[in-house]
């Protein structure tokens, strides 16, 4: 297992929304879900995976209603509404666009200036 | 779109609050307890499972307090919560919260009181539509007056105004269905109340025009509460017959109920048309006489116009008229000053400016003290608190949160104590009308009315001042919450203040012993300026004199009948048993009314753009100066030749003959009080000073001349008794209806009720009572604050005592050590209150009679009282230290 790197900041709502893109999942789902998409290559304080969805709920992005869980118990399940599609699509859009744009500034050789 | 979805989000979080909370808890739980499944099929033990769950997951309360931040809610949600938490606190210690909120609404309560009389008196607009559009429009000279023809010059010429109009006052002779009775008027233009836009409770009001004739009928439109009183509030008075001043007249209407007329503070029994003050010999000069300066003028203006623009205009029309007619109009100017701020006269002596913002001041500095108190109070508590604070700290909530705890509990407090100030400060009112109404109801027949009820301007205030009150009490102790240093205060034992708290409370101590210092210091000056104001020599000896006003022209009296019935009148009340002399005088001193004029010295050229002196007179005959006992200094007093046809005399009093004739013999000198061509009247004696029209610490150059000379029909008589002067009054009035049965007497007292009165002492009590009440709650407010201090230091210090008592301190030592601290801050709050009440004082040179600001007997007087009560207020607390035990106090906590 590689090295665990840290959630650049601003990113978890990003990630939060690709997880729940995929199927409506509760807390600890998403949790897994991202860790499983990473690779567990990122580090997530657990905790601080709630009020983020609870900001994206009351921004409109995600919808939230009760469900049964694999191990037959009462869970909270979000699901991405159309809103949170269109603002995940221009996220992600946003988010490889200043990748290119880190990546292009970083493979810059000194003879190319 | 997004901010619907917010709001919903809000508003249901917000309405399902419990059920958000529940599900939260549900949701968290849900998510450690997957985990810790999951670690377990993983191998891990249970217990150390759900170990690892709760750690790896964080801290639960702050991710509950994120996301209920998250949600929007945790403003509303936990103000709520701090609330009843708050309440809860409060409830705790019933004894605690009654002494802050009690301190809190005098604190309040004086300044809601004594700003519902700024609002009545400044603020509160007339009754009428428009009122910000109604202004007084006033000679910069003399009494502020103009004439008839100014009004009609200005109505014609400044466009800026719709309407202008005036009133003078009167009072008289009404008499209906066979009572004979005294009412207090105006004396108004036909457009005074279509200008004014005020319409009537019933009948009809005056129309423009109406009135502005000689021997227009006389039409009465009363006041809505001389109606009530006088009438019964009977319907049918429209159309009544009564007479006014011997006169017929008729009852034309009612004036609404919320109006009094413009003469501020007084409500008005009638409105009468000009023409009634237009009735005697010289009744045609108001018509045609542009000296004739009597009204009182206002105007209305068009509206959108500013206050610049329209004394611009009158500035060009004052500007023509001085051109146009340069003996009668010469240095004419007119003011323009919007109603409010022409309340109680157009332009007041200078004083009145200095007292308002003394007394606005004053109880801002009681309420400071208040606050300052209560801040102590809360400082300690918090102290007690402190631990509280930690935890709850430590168990997630954030350091905003606690703060806002702290000043929500301090804002509850405030406005619990706003509540009692509005109780108090509605009580303080009636009490103090209560007070007024004997002075007020006995001068010069007008009904005082100052309303000072709470309207929404005052509870706006009390509020304001509630809320600064709440942040001001509640930020200290919520910002040493704020800083609470978990660590050391969970380790610490709990005894022993840290130092800087302790210098906080410390300086609020110094703060409060300073601030009581200055408002002792003002009641003191204020108080020593009553008592000399009651001493001093006024010019005329008030022991034992009588002296009633009368107006023979309010029974329809000419000229010759009303001489003939002063000069009978003197004779009997000389002769009257226990009357050692008798007088006549046109007015007596502090007593309504006062009459002034130009002054033109003769042989003395005045530059153009300077205009003549006005002084004061009164018309008295040769007994006056015996009866009052005016000294007479130099020449002679007047005697029975000094006729209406004999050569014009006067006397003047030493100031005016100082000023007008510095260096120069006095005696014989001539000056005019129609032009400077004369006719002159010769200086044939000199008085000594004294306090005429109102008591002032200036000097008021004044003069006397003959009655004989100076012909009124308003007149009062003067005895000196030689018993009780109490007893005489009614004996001389007896005499009065024996002579004349159906004169109405219009005022009646003794000099010494009169030198008490409006214009006499009573401003001076007023203002040293309300001062002294001030002072004494300062004061009260500073020993509780130094007593709390000290009393708490020393239970705090009880652990530290006991060791050194049984290490082998005296008593006397502990009292000493105890005691030092508060003495020390005492010291300072001293000295720092000296110096900036004589800062303070220096403004209220005006007001102090015969007394510096700086007045060592107060400032000595002051120091000691506070520094003996201080001293008290901390030797108690001292000595209770030192009757600890030493084996309990060791064994403390």
């Not at chain 1, 221009?90 to 810059?108: C, D, F, K, P, Y």
Request: hydrophobic share 45%; aromatic share 8%.
């Amino acid at each position: 297992m590689s090295k665990q790197l840290e959630l650049l900041q601003g990113t978890l709502d990003l990630l939060i929304l690709k997880a729940v893109s995929l199927g409506p999942l509760h807390g600890y789902g998403i949790l897994l879900r991202i860790q499983q998409i990473s690779k567990d290559r990122l580090e997530i304080q657990q905790g601080s995976l709630y009020p983020a969805l609870y900001r994206l709920e009351d921004q409109g992005w995600i919808a939230s209603e009760w469900g049964e869980s694999e191990n037959k118990r009462k869970a909270k399940y979000y699901r991405l509404t159309a809103a949170g599609r269109r603002q995940l699509q221009a996220e992600a859009e946003q988010w490889n666009r200043m990748a290119e744009m880190i990546a292009g500034i970083l493979q810059t050789k000194p003879e190319e200036i | 779109m997004r901010v619907a979805v917010r709001i919903r989000s809000w508003a249901g979080a917000l309405l399902r609050r419990r059920h958000m909370e529940r599900e939260m808890d549900a949701e968290l739980r849900f998510h450690i307890e997957s985990y810790a499944e999951d670690l377990i099929r993983g191998g891990v033990p249970r217990e150390e499972a759900l170990r690892r769950a709760r750690v790896e997951f964080g801290g639960l309360e702050q991710t509950k307090e994120q996301c209920r931040d998250a949600r929007g809610i945790t403003l509303v949600n936990s103000l709520l919560q701090d609330a009843r938490y708050g309440l809860r606190m409060l409830g705790k210690s019933p004894g605690l919260t009654a002494i802050v909120v009690i301190t809190l609404g005098l604190g309040i309560g004086v300044n809601s009181s004594i700003f519902s009389v700024v609002n009545a008196w400044l603020l509160r607009p007339l009754p009428i539509p428009h009122p910000e559009q109604i202004v007084d429009v006033a000679s910069a000279t003399g009494n502020s007056r103009l004439s008839y023809l100014d009004m009609l010059d200005l109505k014609a010429q400044a466009d800026v105004f719709s309407d202008v109009f005036g009133y003078d006052t009167g009072s008289g002779g009404l008499s209906a269905d066979g009572k004979p009775g005294q009412f207090a008027y105006s004396a108004v233009t036909g457009n005074y109340f279509s200008a004014l836009g005020v319409k009537p409770a019933l009948g009809r009001l005056f129309v423009p025009g109406e009135g502005e004739q000689r021997g227009s009928p006389l039409n009465l439109v009363l006041g809505y509460a001389f109606w009530q009183k006088r009438f019964a509030g009977d319907p049918a008075v429209i159309g009544k017959h009564i007479a006014v001043d011997g006169r017929p007249a008729t009852i034309i209407g009612v004036a609404p109920r919320d109006f009094h007329g413009l003469l501020f503070a007084f409500d008005m029994d009638g409105y009468l048309p000009l023409s009634i003050t237009a009735l005697g010999e010289d009744g045609n000069s108001l018509w045609g006489d542009r000296g004739d300066r009597s009204l009182m003028l206002f105007a209305r203006m068009k509206p959108g116009l500013s206050l610049a623009q329209a004394q611009g205009s009158v500035d060009v029309v004052a500007k023509r008229l001085a051109a146009q007619y340069p003996t009668a109009d010469r240095g004419l100017e007119f003011l323009v000053i919007p109603e409010r701020r022409a309340r109680p006269a157009p332009r007041v002596s200078s004083f009145v400016p200095v007292i308002a913002t003394l007394f606005l001041m004053l109880p801002g500095l009681v309420l400071l003290l208040a606050c300052m108190n209560v801040a102590n109070i809360l400082l300690a508590r918090a102290a007690a608190r402190e631990r509280e604070m930690a935890i709850r700290a430590a168990i997630g909530a954030g350091r905003r949160r606690l703060i806002r705890q702290m000043l929500t509990e301090g804002l509850l407090v405030a406005l619990l104590g706003g509540a009692a100030g509005v109780v108090l400060g509605e009580l303080a009112i009636a009490a103090a009308g209560a007070l007024l109404r004997p002075v007020t109801t006995s001068s010069a027949g007008y009904a005082f009315r100052i309303d000072c009820q709470f309207d929404w301007k005052v509870f706006a205030y009390t509020l304001l001042a509630a809320v600064l009150t709440g942040i001001f009490v509640g930020l200290w102790p919520a910002l040493r919450a704020g800083r609470a240093d978990l660590n050391a205060l969970l380790h610490e034992s709990g005894r022993g203040e840290q130092g800087n708290r302790h210098r906080l409370r410390s300086s609020l101590v110094v703060a409060q012993v300073a601030g009581s210092l200055m408002l002792l210091v003002v009641a003191g000056l204020l108080v020593r300026s009553l008592s000399h104001a009651e001493h001093m020599f006024l010019g005329f000896d008030p022991e034992h004199v009588v002296s009633v006003m009368l107006d023979p022209h309010q029974v329809g009296y000419n000229q010759a009948r009303t001489k003939n019935f002063y000069r009978e009148l003197e004779r009997r009340v000389r002769n009257l048993p226990g009357v050692n002399s008798a007088s006549l005088a046109r007015t007596v001193p502090m007593a309504y009314p006062s009459q002034g004029s130009s002054i033109f010295v003769k042989g003395r050229q005045l530059p153009p753009d300077q205009k003549p002196p006005e002084i004061s007179y009164n018309g008295v005959d040769p007994g006056y100066f015996p009866t009052m006992r005016v000294p007479l200094l130099r020449g002679r007093s007047f005697t029975d030749s000094d006729s209406e046809t004999a050569p014009w005399v006067a006397i003047v009093n030493q100031t005016m003959a100082g000023r007008l004739w510095p260096n120069e013999d006095v005696l014989g000198k001539r000056f005019s009080l129609k032009s400077a061509s004369g006719p002159w009247i010769e200086v044939v004696g000199v008085a000594a000073d004294g306090q005429y029209w109102f008591i002032s610490s200036d000097p008021q150059p004044y003069f006397y001349v003959p009655l004989a000379q100076d012909y009124g029909s308003l007149a009062s008589v003067q005895a000196r008794t030689a018993g009780p002067p109490e007893a005489m009054l009614p004996v001389v009035q007896r005499e009065i209806q024996r002579l004349a049965p159906d004169m109405p007497i219009m005022q009646a007292a003794t000099m010494q009720e009169t030198v008490h009165g409006l214009a006499g002492l009573f401003i001076f009590q007023l203002a040293a009572s309300l001062a002294g009440i001030l002072g004494a709650m300062g004061l009260l407010l500073a020993v509780v604050g130094t007593y709390g201090v000290v009393s708490f230091s020393a239970v705090q210090r009880t652990h530290e005592i006991g060791v050194r008592m049984a290490l082998g301190a005296t008593r006397g030592d502990i009292l000493k050590l105890i005691s030092r601290q508060g003495l020390m801050l005492v010291a300072g709050g001293v000295l720092a209150g000296v110096l900036a009440a004589f800062g303070l004082t220096r403004a209220m040179s005006k007001v102090l009679m015969g007394v510096s600001p700086s007045d060592p007997v107060t400032y000595v007087a002051v120091v000691v009282l506070l520094a003996a009560v201080s001293f008290a207020a901390c030797w108690i607390p001292a000595r209770r230290s030192t009757r600890v035990d030493p084996m309990v106090a060791l064994r403390y906590e």
